[in-house]
């Protein structure tokens, strides 16, 4: 019996997450007698297991901004604690994942824009990520005052580390005791910081690729680094332990470049509650959409949050082959390697094995490359999955492999090039055409891409899978994330194989992990302006004035880029807000359909449902953007009403205009909006009629509000997408 028991336990033991909080009453009462949080979450584990020493239970504490605990439990013990008193709810931890600068350029943000440093040095940006490389030249402090006043943060980022006036707080939520630092040693963290809020850094290049000044954002900002992920993975114990911390320490915006494989309930996911509490608190949080690249794979997903596509700027990577035969071919790579004018022979890996299958040959899996055959040649392979780090660790020249990606490139470890598809079965019938081929690979060069902004291929799709919030728009914004260039760890290889001894200080990176942080700078940077707006106005000023995208080269349209490309300069002036008042996220939750346990895991809090919620819609949440899910097959009418507030000029006048493709008829009513003071309410409602739709389809339009000064533009989708449950 014993044994059978323990093994249950070590089988489900995979830690489960504890997010419990007191209801108010509950707290209160014992904020009386001197309410110590550590000791009461002790105190619940000593109740549940019916014994003293419960240390190796409990994994951590959160008391600064909510109350709960993550603790050790199986499924059992987590049910029995749930209807414990004053337990608000349990759920189980889970794990996340980490998803120049010519971009700021790109963007119209040149290093001329208004700004003003005295008040920019005031704002705090925190980065939830995997830590920072301190002595970066792009958190230098030369120049920095001591921190803002209001800063409560601390540094505790290990042994032999230290914060300055630039980089003011960090912790580590990572390994243990010993190990823990917020020292970064994958890259990412220095990276996304540096994007966000790093010094300006003069001829930063990738191995001379990519030269030109490397800056964030807001480069005047503070930057606050919590370690909430190591080299593999980031948990939800991890990720709150994060947000607790960031929020009481008093930063103004956090950067989560963190995102799960697939989407989960709000309740279910420590991002959106921990975004929840920051947004109570009135700091924004900006999160990456993920990186799946395919339709409804969109995993940022709580509209509290502002969700980030990626997409491309004007400079492109290629990196060109040239065969013996003369033939030159264009891959894509980020190749800082030169052959120095030499032909080098090719080898296909099938030729090259070490007796390993056929197809595993072709495709240069891990150990099927015989070393002696690859010595001083190119290895060409069918896939790039394995291809690039097998070749490098099997000592080969070269590589040249080939790609289902069409556009993006990624550091490569040695001299190679992703061919796409037709040109890689050009180098296939120049291999069966001669006896002794021979190629050189360029080192790679940039060249001017007139189509961008295009979102990356690899960005997450809408809509998201959460039924009901199928009536909200995820991703709401797009922002570069293809090939930026910053701050790097210099003890990490450039292209993440491992056997790639290169260190560098600045390095190439695609992801939509690099465009969350471009568009937290660009909010950081309407706070400097409006340091009075709430987390949903500063939201629905970058998705109001973004730059709408050219459907034609972006086939999944709205799903794909939001409202658009953010647009900085117009995003300090939006004219007017969607702004959200007291309650309406939890009124959100309401509508939805979410039970008060449920929105109670969210709130931390002895929150319910006003009595006629259940009257409210959510695509009627103040939403900047109008977004509805109709049945297919049949004709529809939708009805939305929004609220805006005037944060522009105190009398003035906006009028409505539809753009429109033939599959709907809005419209709105009034079709004026006239203000006499600032910060006015006024209400607009909107109709939407259309024919039938086909499964899984999208239609859209757009209103734009219009002052002639201001225009307020909101993107109208109306599509048939279904929920995952
Ligand atoms: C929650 O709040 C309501 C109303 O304020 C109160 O009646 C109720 O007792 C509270 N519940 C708990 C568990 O504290
Ligand atoms: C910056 O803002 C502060 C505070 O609003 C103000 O006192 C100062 O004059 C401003 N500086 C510039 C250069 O605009
Ligand atoms: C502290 O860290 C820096 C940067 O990695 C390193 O150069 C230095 O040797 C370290 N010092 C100690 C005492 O570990
Ligand atoms: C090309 O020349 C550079 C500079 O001399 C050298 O570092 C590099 O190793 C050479 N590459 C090859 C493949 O020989
Ligand atoms: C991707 O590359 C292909 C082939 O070069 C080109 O036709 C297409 O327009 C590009 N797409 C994007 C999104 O840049
Ligand atoms: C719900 O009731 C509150 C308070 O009575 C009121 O302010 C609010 O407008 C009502 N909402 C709806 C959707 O009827
Ligand atoms: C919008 O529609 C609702 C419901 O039909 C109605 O109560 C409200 O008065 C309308 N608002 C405006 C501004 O027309
Ligand atoms: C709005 O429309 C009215 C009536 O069509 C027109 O008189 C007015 O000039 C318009 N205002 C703006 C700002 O376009």
Redesign the pocket.
């Known amino acids: 019996m014993t044994s059978s028991s323990f093994l249950l336990f070590l089988h489900i033991s995979a830690i489960l997450m504890l997010c419990i909080s007191i209801s108010p009453a509950a707290a209160e009462g014992d904020r009386k007698a001197n309410y110590i949080p550590t000791s009461h979450h002790f105190s619940l584990l000593q109740a549940l297991f019916k014994q003293s020493s419960v240390e190796d239970y409990l994994i951590r504490s959160y008391r600064r901004s909510f109350n709960g605990f993550a603790a050790k439990l199986t499924d059992e013990e987590a049910k029995k604690l749930a209807s414990f008193k004053g337990v608000v709810s349990v759920f189980p931890n889970k794990v996340y994942h980490l998803q120049t600068t010519r971009s700021w350029d790109f963007m119209g943000f040149t290093q001329t824009v208004k700004r003003n440093a005295t008040v920019e040095s005031s704002v705090v940006i925190g980065v939830l990520d995997s830590g920072i490389w301190p002595e970066s030249d792009s958190f230098s402090d030369e120049g920095f005052g001591p921190p803002p006043q209001k800063w409560k943060g601390s540094c505790k980022g290990g042994q032999n580390f230290t914060c300055n006036n630039k980089l003011i707080g960090a912790r580590s939520y990572v390994g243990d005791s010993v190990t823990e630092s917020a020292r970064d040693i994958v890259g990412h963290g220095s990276h996304t910081a540096s994007t966000a809020a790093g010094n300006h850094v003069g001829k930063a290049s990738f191995y001379g690729l990519a030269e030109g000044t490397a800056r964030g954002g807001v480069p005047s900002a503070r930057i606050a680094a919590y370690k909430v992920c190591s080299e593999h993975s980031c948990t939800s114990e991890a990720i709150l332990a994060g947000f607790d911390d960031a929020i009481a320490d008093g930063v103004d915006l956090l950067t989560v470049s963190i995102g799960s494989v697939g989407s989960s309930e709000f309740y279910e996911d420590s991002i959106a509650i921990g975004a929840f509490h920051a947004a109570e608190k009135g700091i924004l949080v900006v999160q990456s959409a993920g990186n799946s690249g395919t339709s409804q794979s969109v995993t940022s997903v709580a509209p509290w949050i502002l969700s980030v596509a990626a997409s491309?700027i004007d400079r492109y990577f290629i990196d060109k082959v040239v065969l013996g035969n003369g033939k030159t071919l264009t891959g894509l790579s980020v190749n800082s390697f030169s052959l120095n004018r030499t032909k080098v022979p090719l080898i296909y890996g099938e030729q090259a094995s070490t007796g390993c299958p056929e197809r595993a040959s072709r495709i240069c899996l891990f150990g099927c490359l015989d070393k002696s055959l690859v010595k001083n040649k190119i290895v060409v392979c069918d896939d790039i999955s394995q291809a690039l780090s097998a070749t490098h660790v099997a000592g080969a020249l070269g590589s040249i492999v080939q790609t289902s990606r069409?556009?993006t490139s990624f550091v490569v470890p040695l001299p190679a090039s992703a061919l796409?598809t037709d040109d890689y079965e050009s180098v296939m019938s120049y291999l069966k055409s001669t006896k002794q081929p021979v190629a050189e690979i360029l080192k790679s060069e940039t060249i001017q891409d007139s189509?961008a902004p295009?979102v990356a291929?690899f960005s997450s799709r809408g809509p998201n899978r959460i039924l009901f919030s199928l009536n909200v728009m995820q991703p709401d914004i797009s922002a570069p994330g293809v090939n930026i260039l910053a701050a790097f760890s210099p003890v990490v290889s450039p292209s993440s194989v491992e056997t790639d001894e290169r260190r560098v200080k600045y390095n190439i990176l695609s992801g939509t992990s690099m465009a969350c942080p471009h568009v937290a700078a660009v909010a950081a940077y309407v706070k400097t302006f409006h340091p009075d707006w709430s987390p949903s106005a500063i939201k629905s000023a970058l998705i109001t004035t973004a730059t709408p995208m050219d459907t034609s080269?972006n086939p999944d349209g709205e799903f794909s880029y939001g409202s658009g490309h953010v647009n900085p300069i117009k995003a300090i002036n939006p004219g007017f807000v969607y702004d959200n008042v007291e309650n309406d996220n939890i009124r959100f939750l309401c509508s939805i359909g979410y039970s008060e346990d449920n929105i109670r895991t969210i709130s931390g809090t002895n929150s319910s449902c006003p009595k006629n919620s259940s009257k409210t819609l959510p695509r009627d949440f103040n939403y900047p953007t109008l977004t509805a899910l109709v049945e297919a097959g049949g004709s529809f009418t939708v009805n939305f009403q929004r609220t805006v507030t005037n944060v522009g000029v105190a009398t003035s006048t906006y009028n409505a205009t539809i753009a429109s493709d033939s599959k709907l008829d809005v419209k709105v009513t009034p079709q004026v909006l006239s203000f006499k003071t600032l910060w006015e309410k006024k209400s607009y409602n909107v109709t939407v009629k259309g024919r039938a739709l086909a499964e899984m389809s999208m239609a859209s339009a757009s209103l734009t509000w219009s002052d002639n000064i201001h225009n307020v533009r909101s993107p109208i989708v109306i599509h048939t997408y279904k929920g995952a449950s």
């Open positions: 491309t069409q556009n796409r189509w295009v291929e080269r």
